[in-house]
């Protein structure tokens, strides 16, 4: 598989856009989780699913080097974890958008993509990773944490999709002229 000029591209500008929003962690997740989502959405759907996934890749890794994560300090195999969520959330909407044309396919992508995301990322990080590996000083933190990991990531992907779905819309027609 060939990744053309226009694909690195267009990763480049919505990493970019992830980069600046991952400033604004420390504020509220509710902003910079649904604009990355919406990215990574974005990604899959118009420089293809290849480009999803790696900006599902590097994402977690600015932020952690970005906001430096005390969480994901604790328990660095959180990083991986995040990556495979945002996998499934590009991968789902990439796949499931070609295989049921129109806003139908769209919009059930995006629904199962946020679905399979916040349950893997609340099984594996908020019910295995931090009960077994939290420090005993984060101990008093683990429901947030939990939280975070699980409703929390649910939240912020379909806010993420809502985003993404009225940004392609238009972004969809521009795209089809260009070509």
């Not at 420390?26 to 999803?52: D, R």
């Amino acid at each position: 598989m060939k990744i053309t000029t226009k694909q690195i591209t267009t990763t480049a500008v919505l990493l970019a856009i992830c980069i600046v929003s991952q400033f604004f962690k420390n504020t509220s997740v509710y902003i910079t989780g649904p604009i990355i989502n919406a990215c990574l959405i974005i990604a899959a759907l118009g420089a293809g699913m290849a480009c999803g996934i790696i900006l599902s890749v590097i994402t977690p890794v600015t932020s952690f080097l970005i906001t430096g994560s005390p969480i994901m300090s604790a328990i660095p195999a959180i990083i991986p974890c995040v990556m495979i969520g945002n996998i499934i959330l590009a991968v789902a909407v990439s796949l499931i958008a070609k295989k049921i044309k129109g806003n139908a396919g769209l919009i059930a992508g995006m629904a199962a993509g946020s679905i399979v995301k916040a349950l893997f990322m609340g099984v594996v990080i908020a019910l295995v990773l931090i009960p077994s590996l939290l420090p005993e000083a984060m101990v008093p933190k683990m429901a947030v944490f939990q939280t975070t990991f699980s409703v929390t990531q649910l939240i912020t992907a379909v806010i993420g999709s809502v985003l993404a779905f009225i940004i392609w819309i238009p972004l969809k027609k521009v795209i089809a002229e260009q070509n």
